[in-house]
């Protein structure tokens, strides 16, 4: 199943919801035959995650559109939506509309959740991937931009010398490995030139001043000629949780913590005795200076 962009399917749209800086969908086969209270749950499965809500498109067995959204496009956009989707008779067309992130993590979450109802994943296969070409930077709510993995990460090379002028287009020396869905780990290529830090630090706002007083003792470090360097970084805990078919790393792990941080197997953190507080000395009283 794909994620499909209909942005510019709807780029003329008078149907508010999707009047957003972003529109997609995904087809759930066989959706259309799906009883009102599951569509109905559909939606407080959408609103669990912070979405508003979960539009959708059904199509009916003899071509006719059905659902909510339907009524609310215009004809020509009911004539092309199917074929634009992908979908076909009996299924379900599902819409996340908004911020592009927030509407492709919801999808993306619709994506896996139609997988496990309809019985498309195959639980006993190992499907391996490689994530590249990712973005390097993306804005912030205050019109700036922010690295998307860190700020050490170089560009591609095919970005080295446009980045700093189009931060939207530039790509990332970045890559993870996903195994069934789950990120074993990442890594990336590293920055090993002065002048191209400077420029990603410029980038996400910070001043030459600002990046000196904050990673001074790095670009110091550029004087001395760093070779190209990088790496990968792998999660064991999660491979077992695949081995072992769990689905938390928390069932992995040794001694997992709560959320509020704390350890069920110790009990702690627990309160310190009278004894312990005063050997460490955290009521301390500073000595008043002596004036001369």
Not at 1 to 28: I, N
Not at 187 to 197: A, F, K, L, V, W
Request: glycine residues 12%; proline residues 6%.
């Amino acid at each position: 199943m794909q994620l499909v962009e209909q942005t510019a399917f709807f780029a003329k749209t008078e149907f508010r919801v999707f009047q957003a800086p972003y529109v997609g969908s995904v087809v759930m086969p066989g959706g259309a035959a799906s009883p009102r209270r599951e569509l109905d749950a559909w939606q407080d499965w959408a609103k669990a995650r912070g979405a508003k809500g979960l539009a959708y498109i059904l199509v009916n067995e003899d071509g006719t559109l059905g659902g909510p959204v339907s009524k609310n496009i215009s004809q020509e956009e009911q004539n092309g939506i199917v074929q634009a989707a992908g979908a076909k008779a009996g299924d379900a067309i599902f819409f996340a509309a908004g911020e592009r992130s927030a509407s492709l993590s919801l999808l993306g979450a619709v994506r896996l959740e139609i997988g496990k109802r309809c019985n498309l994943i195959n639980e006993g296969a190992w499907e391996f991937l490689w994530v590249v070409d990712a973005p390097m930077f993306e804005p912030t709510d205050n019109g700036g931009w922010t690295a998307v993995h860190h700020p050490f990460t170089g560009p591609k090379p095919e970005f080295a010398n446009s980045f700093k002028a189009d931060p939207a287009k530039a790509l990332a020396y970045a890559y993870d490995i996903v195994l069934n869905g789950t990120e074993l780990g990442g890594g990336s290529i590293r920055i090993h030139d002065r002048q191209i830090q400077k420029d990603v630090f410029n980038v996400i706002g910070l001043s030459d001043e600002e990046a000196a007083s904050k990673f001074g003792f790095l670009l110091e470090a550029f004087n001395y000629g760093p070779p190209p360097h990088g790496g990968i970084a792998l999660g064991l805990d999660r491979v077992c949780a695949l081995l072992t078919g769990s689905d938390s790393i928390r069932e992995v792990i040794a001694f997992p913590k709560t959320a509020s941080g704390g350890d069920p197997l110790t009990g702690a953190p627990t309160p310190i005795t009278p004894a312990q507080r005063k050997e460490s000395g955290i009521d301390g009283l500073a000595k008043a200076e002596s004036k001369g």
